[in-house]
């Protein structure tokens, strides 16, 4: 019984591996180019330079969420 909830500890952990795997290589595009684009802020219009830093710091987030999560597996 013990050996089959390390089994399933274990399975949980890689999948949790894949799952951070997966959604931080598209999110680091996302703040990636989001850098680039704040970068050049002042050329855009106000609302559009919210809407930046909004994506930026949010990605920022979820990215430091994932870094959190993956210390604790």
Known sequence: MVQINIIEI???KEICKQLSHDIRNPLSRIQILSQVLLE???KLPNESQIYIEMISSAS?????AL??????I
């Open 10 to 12: 274990q399975s949980l």
């Open 40 to 42: 050049d802020i002042d």
């Open 60 to 64: 920022k987030e979820i990215l430091n």
């Open 67 to 72: 870094e959190d999560i993956m210390k604790t």
